[in-house]
């Protein structure tokens, strides 16, 4: 259960019908012009001179890239960045596998390392590590350090670091290493339910050529085809790179959050740690908005769909219906769950106070 209260940001701007096709690029430029194009401007005059460095804090599969993405998409190609610990680890293993890549990665260490562990013993359980277990912190802050200065003097929302509770003393004078002495350092936290992560796992699907990946539920392709004999609706991949399959759910899938439980704990425990923190500057985000106050709050459009399927016999295809997705959220009150863009208006708002410059 949390302690943080995750304020709501009232995004319906009364008096003002228009509606937006979120899912479409041009349109969503529009909405952010008129939910928070005042901000936006102030943080594009902003970031000419100044940077920031910002954690994104929230549990696994919260949306963090996406909004960062987002916010960056909307603010500043060029001088924002987003960058994944997930990513930049996965890179690793690629890297420790091509020799001579691996070497340079070795010289790097060999001057920058420092820590508990020999050297050795590190690369070692890099190079048979199973995806379970955490790479020292360490190795993780010295590779991070390396992906940074690659990428020169930028706007940062760095996703999965901190990412145990060791980590978070560390991210604490993490810009003081990194050369962003003078520009402010910034937690992102992230609330979304439970129920929000275990629905979108259920119902994800990928392709079998392409490995395109959609929801059933919540993101389908343009193509539903229905099976008879299992009488169960699929999506087919609508890539146009690909030739096009059914889309298939992965194995493990079916049971939700319920493998993630223990790591879904220590996030959450993450994000207390991190908002009891004196002298950073927060920003709180949150995905969902309870449906008795979603009418005052919130435009219909903002709202994540659910899609529902019905064959029809007589026609011969499929009737889809769309509806508001409505989840319990983690205090088990009836909630909508949002799109991005609206958490990104947030986002948006918040970081043009806490910079000072709105
Ligand atoms: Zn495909």
New binding site residues.
Partial sequence: MSNIEFPFLKTKIDKVSKKFDLTDFEERKAYFELKAGKEIKLLREYLKENTFIAYLLGKKNSGKGTYAKMFQEVVDRERVEHFSIGDMVRELDKVIQDKKRKKELISFLEQNYRGFKPLEKVLEALEKRSTKVLLPSELILALVKKEIAKRGRKALFIDGFPRDLDQISYSLFFRDLIDYRADPDIFVLIDLPDTVIDQRIKSRVV?P??Q?SRNLKLLPTKKIGYDKKEKKFYLV?D?SQ?R??RMVQKEGDEQGIEPLKERLKTDQKLLEQAFSLYGIPKILLRNSVPVDKAKEMLDDYEITPEYLYQWDGKAKRVKITEKPWQVLDQQGKPSYSLMPPPVVVSLIKQMAKVLGIA
Avoid: S
Wanted: some cysteine.
């Fill in positions: 392709c050529l392409c395109t991949c890539n690909c096009g399959a």
